[in-house]
């Protein structure tokens, strides 16, 4: 919220038109309950979040973990509408999130709390109204689930409805890395703009999952060295540089790169401070705070996970003139996939995998110029501060447009 009102002050906005873009339009709660392997009634709590529609319908993840809460789904759908906007995709914000741990659940029973909370939600959702799509501790399986409860539920071969669908139910195969393939090429932008370029620079990513190995792999493929990673086990630096498909054999041979052979075994908070040119936090949220903010070494930060930087960390790095390209930004290939894929539904499927790349970096490139250009036209803000403008303008614009505000 403050960094709305912040956002409001640049753009001129009156209270009242912040209260309408701060307030979501619809949170839906729900009790989701299914037959434990016991006998015994489980029951997890719930949340949708619909947040702005002013230039579509809602659109954002499905997320399934112990510690959600519905201010966080709010605060992300939130999020998603500025993320949409400034990708100008034709979508509003949305999120939702269920209270569970996943792991502690059997196969038959993650399907049947899937579906459960589709059958609580599905009178408000579908391809033209809101579109769920994979977010932490769900995956294509997840969403296949979704789509043939839906289907089963509303009568509606609609396989739109949601995304990050298996390509036999309608999805693109480059869901699976288009977040990690937009990050490295938006990298490349700022490194043109902030380093003289891409080539040969030093590159230390904190998380090697799904998003920060397929980052590591197009960073390497655009002449980057990749020198630090990491995972929730701990990392590995090594300045000669680290072979991405060899760690990505021995983290899964191993279960964690950390037992990468060639380099010096880090903790992820040494990782974070070693010196290289790019940093790529990519796996939790607050891990650069006020604390290690001013024992930065890197040149030039790129968000990988939401929200990875507190806002003191971002106060201290503008101050040291570290430029930060957000996540709204950095991070949105996976967004821009799920809408590819989306429209792909709705055409009929006729989008062939090298033409959705080909939109996906076209879209973000895009995106990246109007930042970098108001970047420069705001003079004495952040680059967080420039895409947050575009993205917020937007949907004002939108509001006013449709009688909103």
């Known amino acids: 919220m403050k960094k709305l009102y912040k956002i409001g002050g640049i ?13 979501p339009e619809r949170v839906i709660q729900v009790k989701v309950q299914i037959p434990g392997a016991d006998g015994k009634i489980k029951t997890f709590i719930g949340w949708r979040s619909q947040h702005n529609s002013a230039l579509g319908p809602y659109k954002g993840g499905v997320r399934y973990h112990p510690n959600v809460s519905q201010d966080e789904v709010i605060a992300l759908s939130m999020i998603m509408t500025w993320k949409n906007s400034l990708l100008q995709l034709p979508y509003g914000g949305g999120k939702a999130g269920i209270r569970v741990d996943p792991k502690s659940l059997t196969r038959a029973e993650l399907e049947l709390l899937s579906r459960n909370f589709i059958d609580a939600i599905y009178k408000y959702i579908g391809s033209d109204i809101d579109i769920p799509a994979p977010d932490v501790n769900t995956d294509s399986q997840v969403m296949s689930w979704f789509i ?9 071969v609609d396989l739109g409805a949601v995304t990050g669908k298996p390509v036999e139910l309608g999805g693109i195969s ?18 043109d703009k902030f380093l003289d370029g891409i080539e040969g620079r030093s590159v230390i ?38 072979d991405v498909n060899k760690a990505l ?12 052979p060639e380099g010096k075994k880090v903790t992820n908070d040494e990782l974070l401070v070693s010196q290289c040119d790019i940093l790529v936090p990519a796996a939790l949220e607050n891990v650069i705070h006020k604390y290690n903010a001013p024992k930065i070494q890197a040149k030039l930060i790129v968000e990988g996970a939401n ?5 003191d960390a971002d106060e201290i ?41 080909k939109l996906i970096l076209s879209r973000m490139e895009k995106a990246f110029s109007e930042i970098y250009k108001k970047y420069n036209d705001l003079g004495d803000q952040d680059l967080r501060t420039a895409a947050m403008v575009v993205a ?10 449709r009688g909103m505000i």
């Open 11 to 23: 753009l001129s906005l009156h209270d009242d038109e912040l209260q309408a873009l701060a307030i």
């Open 148 to 156: 043939d409860e839906y289907i089963k539920i509303t009568g509606k």
């Open 174 to 191: 480059v869901r699976e890395y288009s977040t990690g393939l937009g990050l490295a090429h938006i990298a490349k932008l700022a490194a």
């Open 205 to 242: 990513i904190q998380g090697f999952g799904n998003l920060g190995s397929f980052a590591a792999k197009y960073l390497s493929e655009l002449g980057a060295k990749i020198v630090g990673i990491s995972d929730s086990k701990g990392g590995v630096l090594n300045y000669d540089g680290i």
């Open 249 to 260: 054999e021995v983290k899964h041979r191993t279960g964690s790169v950390i037992n990468y």
């Open 307 to 311: 929200g990875p930087l507190t806002a």
């Open 317 to 357: 790095l503008a101050h040291r003139q570290i430029p930060v390209v957000p996540d709204i930004l950095a991070n949105s290939g996976g967004v821009v996939g799920s809408y590819v894929e989306w429209a792909n539904n709705k055409m009929g499927e006729i989008i062939e995998e090298e033409e959705a790349k």
């Open 392 to 401: 917020v303008e937007r949907v004002v614009k939108a509001m006013r447009a």
